[in-house]
């Protein structure tokens, strides 16, 4: 099956301070791929999709100053939190679309911890 | 606008107990229907999934059946194990794979 990482697994940083998560897919290419938001003990909300070579189309309520998204090649996108604060503080979970297939595939998680 | 409903957890079983999660959802248009499940510590791998009406999706003896007249996608396994203890999630996509998750149903098997 295809597989996507996340890079970091986890991450604690101090208020302030901007963090950036990748997420790759590893074995095919993905044109979008799509980044979610897991808060303890709740389901995934989306918070945007990430388009490769255009902007990223982001959720209603999402900060698109504060969660920066780029999609510069096939098999990378990257979220970074500016200033990040406790409230942050998530799971942070991408998937990709893997051509003709009818599904997505998920990455691991990254779990930001912010102090 | 879409959305998913599933039955609030969680659930304990004991082994061997038959296992049943319901789903049900609001869409516009024929979306794809899927269960997600979720390992403690890992990531969301998908289960199964049923893309038009009346069909089953089934996988490790888990099975569901995508009812367009009940708008539902409910999980069912005859028997289940301490393994399947994890957090299922229905979800529905429609065109651009856009997917909405219901809010997770967390599963206890007691052996």
């Known amino acids: 099956g295809a597989v996507v990482s996340q890079h970091p697994s986890w991450v604690i940083c101090k208020s302030g301070t901007s963090v950036k998560i990748e997420c790759r897919s590893l074995d095919f290419q993905a044109t979008t791929m799509f980044w979610y938001r897991q808060f303890p003990k709740q389901s995934l909300m989306l918070m945007a999709t990430s388009n490769e070579g255009s902007k990223a189309t982001y959720e209603q309520g999402v900060e698109k100053d504060k969660f920066l998204i780029n999609h510069a090649s096939l098999t990378l996108s990257t979220l970074t939190v500016t200033s990040a604060h406790p409230e942050d503080s998530s799971f942070y979970i991408c998937?990709?679309?893997?051509?003709?297939?009818?599904?997505?595939?998920f990455g691991p998680g990254t779990r930001l911890t912010v102090l | 606008g879409n959305s998913v409903t599933q039955m609030e957890g969680p659930v304990t079983l004991s082994e061997e107990a038959f296992l049943t999660i319901n789903c049900t959802y609001t869409?516009?248009?024929?979306?794809?229907l899927f269960w997600y499940v979720q390992y403690p510590g890992e990531g969301l791998q998908l289960l199964l999934k049923a893309t038009k009406a009346d069909d089953k999706g089934s996988n490790k003896g888990f099975e569901a059946t995508y009812r367009k007249e009940t708008t539902s996608f409910h999980l069912e396994k005859g028997s289940v194990q301490v393994s399947d203890s994890a957090v299922y999630f229905c979800?529905?996509?429609?065109?651009?794979?856009?997917?909405?998750f219901g809010a997770g149903t967390r599963l206890f098997v007691k052996a």
């Open positions: 869409a516009t248009g024929y979306p794809s």
């Open positions: 998937s990709a679309n893997k051509p003709g297939a009818d599904t997505q595939y």
């Open positions: 979800a529905l996509s429609t065109g651009g794979f856009k997917t909405i």
